[in-house]
């Protein structure tokens, strides 16, 4: 799939933190969101990531990107052309072990191609999840994530943790939660 149009999808269903900025998903109005947090660094928990993906796999198709998502340029770097490397990998098995192996060295979305869910992984050891209202909900059955909101809410009120830019966007997201 061409660049451009992944980081449309991409950008319509992830939140993205580039230059110290929350950028919010151009879908917003139409989506619910969660938090998970802690993740096990740049990984779900095998616990989270079950609870997330057997939703997902059941309500969609099995078609998905993970894309590179820290940099404002990440989508127009060429993978081979950069030291490090970007990555927009396709997939099509929501396996856990799988999963698992991948390096995964940078801010991350996981994102379906017809831009119904998206999900944003950040360095600071949380998630946010996007999709539909009902999506959200069967996910919450499965995960509920209360004390992840609440173990959350602890870190922003940690003022040497947080930027206090940051740290106002994420609680006026939490807010509408």
Not at 91 to 96: K, N, P, V
Not at 113 to 117: F, H, P, V
């Given at each position: 799939m061409d660049r451009k149009k992944l980081e449309n999808i991409c950008s319509s269903t992830c939140f993205r933190f580039i230059e110290h900025e929350l950028v919010y998903p151009q879908g917003i109005d139409n989506m619910s969101f969660m938090i998970i947090y802690p993740t096990d660094g740049f990984y779900f928990t095998k616990k989270q990531y079950l609870?997330?993906?057997n939703v997902i796999k059941k309500q969609f198709n099995n078609e998905y990107y993970i894309s590179d998502i820290e940099f404002a340029d990440s989508f127009?770097?060429?993978e081979k052309n950069t030291e490090l490397?970007?990555?927009h990998r396709k997939?099509?098995?929501?396996?856990?072990d799988s999963y698992i192996k991948e390096i995964l060295l940078f801010e991350y979305a996981i994102y379906d191609?017809?831009?119904?869910?998206g999900i944003s992984v950040f360095q600071d050891y949380y998630a946010i999840i996007c999709a539909n209202e009902k999506v959200i909900k069967d996910i919450m059955k499965n995960y509920p994530n209360s004390v992840d909101k609440r173990k959350?809410?602890?870190l922003l009120q940690c003022s040497n943790c947080v930027d206090s830019e940051f740290k106002e966007?994420?609680?006026e997201l939490i807010s509408k939660m």
């Open positions: 609870a997330i993906f127009s770097k060429e490397g970007y990555m997939y099509t098995s929501f396996d856990y191609t017809e831009g119904l869910w959350f809410k602890e966007k994420i609680k």
